[in-house]
């Protein structure tokens, strides 16, 4: 026990003496999730909009106005000219481009049926998706509007038709805001990055140094010396995490729904785990490039497969069984579900058993590959 | 005679200063395929990223979980409701029996939306000539919350057309969309090029920086500086080899992306390749100035992750678009070469785009290299400390 707490001392004067390396570990992380938050932000509003009215009636003035109104449409230009809004989309200098037909009104008392013509960069697809599904809205919205006029104009009993309405609500983010949704996966995406990288890079350096051999002639046993690397970073793991929470409450205002000892119960198993990753990396690399770029290309993956960006049910089936290894997404799964919706132990017990067993796994196999030897 | 041996003399001297840069070359290229892992991670990271962004990242939904509360559970109800789980988007995870039931639902993460059919939902119809469905959506991922309602009021849209074929509905208003240069909206025509900006800008940049650094922290510098060789020399030497590892990555990017993922390249090759060569020798730039104010491996290393990486990957449109940004950001976001250099890919690619139309942004990339290159060289210091 006094080994190894000897050794902790050591590792942590080690860290603060490093005047490079304090910065690194506690301002990063609040820059980092600062500016990833603001720039992280899949919202989709300020589509530009070119405006192509070839009828001028009240209709087609109207349906501006709606755009205009909805906060997700800006105007890029006007004019009477197809070819001029093609030119527009394909300079980049508009995202999509709205065309109303000559006689758009006129046609549509006629013959009760019309379309309003919409092109759309859809190089990011995402936003092209969403984008048209706003400006559908809102067109549909326009046509109910009309009818309803219409309606109440008519003297006569109207023709009979039956209509299905529809209401909307969000839940557990009202009003949509994306920050609300990528804050907890920031936070987790930071911890894992500092847990890996530092936990990495710091075995690797005794080795590249030529210090471990001085460690490795003493009698402290593999058990001491990893317990004692390890549980320094640990601290400094959680450290980080409550300074990332502390963050999302001060500048965006997100607390959780649910228990913090809860979560800082996960986020404790996950570190071990973390930690046993960046270990079990220092283990088979010799060089502090070398265990930088495999962390960094194992975390690229982890990532990218965890959920933060995009959606997992929406990956083919066998990404989504890849998913099941990937510890990221579990991680994520519990943040989200804990601080957006107050899931309890109950909700998240699976996500608890599978976390466990990779940080007992990825540590055993740490251990069993970590050599006294240089 | 006498000035034929000048002559000669000249000529194996500039055959000896040929031969001393190749052997420079050489040697850079040993120090490179000698390190296997590294060299693993440099070609496994593009053909695993360009994979995992192809076919697992991707924002179209399908199969998203449902659950459905039919309070009235009649004819018209039922025909909705089987014709909203015909759709592929959606797929019923659960049949709920009361309101109270629906916290209870969204609980454990699954299901991202609940469909509520009001009580006596056939006859009201009938009757009233109206009903009500309620949508609730887990909005916790705004965009699929979005997504998934806008695709079930398109479903019960056309519900209500079908009701009444008979009669005709005053003012109908459809919207034709049409999706310019990806009309099936795949996401990786939006990151192939980000991709290659990503890449370009770790092989070169810092895969060269710290390369410099580590002869300076292990000392060899010095030695190569004691050499005839002039110093530009050297550190072109050093950097030819990246140039043609960076090549490499970003043919294989383009390659998978064009043979794999059918990702068009619908502009002039030259051209595309010569701006390819532009960003290349921009980041070799970025990382000779990293090298020349880093004197360890760690320092270099930890400069172009911070200086580089990040900000290529997050502010330079890659993922998230640059229009969503607060204003610093964007300001930020045209000091980020990558920047310039997506859109310049992105036009060449999907939309044919000539240099009459890219020559701004060519312009800005050869800016920012005289910059750097005017820096570095100011920097740069023949002498150790």
Known sequence: MRTILYLVRKEFLQIFRNKGMLPIILVMPI??????????????????????????????????????????????????????????????????????????????????????????????????????????????????????????????????????????????????????????????????????????????REREVGTIEQLNVTPIKKHHFIIGKLLPLWVIGLVEFSIGLLVGWIVFGITSEGSLFLL???????????????????????????????????????????????????????????????PVRYFIEVVRLVMLKGATFWDIRMQFLVIASYAIIINGLAVWNYRKVA | MLRGGAGRRRGTKANNKMKRFGAFVRKEFYHILRDRRTLLILFGMPVVMILLFGFAITNEIRDANIAILDLSKDQRSTELRDKILASSYFQLAKNLNSE???????????????????????????????AQVQIIADASDPNTANTLVNYLQAIIGDYTIKLNETASIPYQISLDSRMWYNPELKSVYYFVPGLIAVLLMLVSAMMTSISIAREKELGTMEVLLASPMQAGQIIIAKVVPYVLLSLLDAIIILMLGKFVFEVPILGSLPLLFIEVLLFILLALSLGILISTVSDTQQTALLLSLMALMLPTILLSGFIFPIENMPLPLRIISNIIPARWFIVIVKSIMLKGSGLELLWQETLILCGFIAFLIAVSVKKFKIRLE
Request: net charge negative; hydrophobic share 45%.
């Open chain 1, 31 to 204: 820059i980092q999730l600062l500016v990833l938050s603001f720039a992280a932000d899949f919202e989709i509003r300020n589509l530009k909009y070119y405006w192509i009215d070839k009828d001028q009636s009240t209709a087609s003035r109207l349906l501006r106005s709606k755009l205009e109104g909805s906060g997700y449409f800006i105007l890029s230009g006007t004019s009477f000219d197809t070819q001029a809004g093609a030119e527009m989309l394909e300079d980049g200098e508009t995202d999509l481009v709205f065309e109303i037909p000559r006689h758009f009104e006129k046609d549509l008392i006629n013959n009760s049926k019309n379309s309003i013509q919409l092109t759309v960069n859809a190089i990011d697809g995402t936003k092209a998706g969403l984008g048209s599904f706003y400006a559908n809205r809102i067109v549909q919205d326009l046509a109910a509007e009309l009818r309803t006029e219409y309606l109440s104009r008519l003297k006569f009993e109207p023709v009979k038709f039956q209509q299905v309405h529809t209401t909307y609500s969000f839940w557990f983010n009202e009003s949509l805001n994306y920050k609300t949704f990528m804050v907890p996966g920031i936070l987790v995406m930071l911890v894992t990055m500092i847990g890996a990288f530092i936990s990495s890079m710091n075995i690797v």
């Open chain 1, 264 to 326: 800082y119960c996960f986020a404790a198993i996950y570190l071990v785990m973390v930690l046993g990753l960046g270990m079990f990396i220092s283990t088979f690399t010799e060089t502090q490039q070398q265990a930088m770029f495999i962390s960094w290309f194992f975390l690229v993956i982890f990532l990218l497969m965890g959920g933060l960006f995009t959606a997992i049910e929406n990956m083919p089936d066998w990404a989504q069984t890849i998913t099941l290894f990937n």
């Open chain 2, 100 to 130: 109270e039931e629906i916290a209870e639902a969204f609980r454990d993460g699954k299901i991202k939306v609940v469909v509520v059919f009001e009580s006596q939902f056939g006859e009201k119809l009938q009757t009233e000539n109206a």
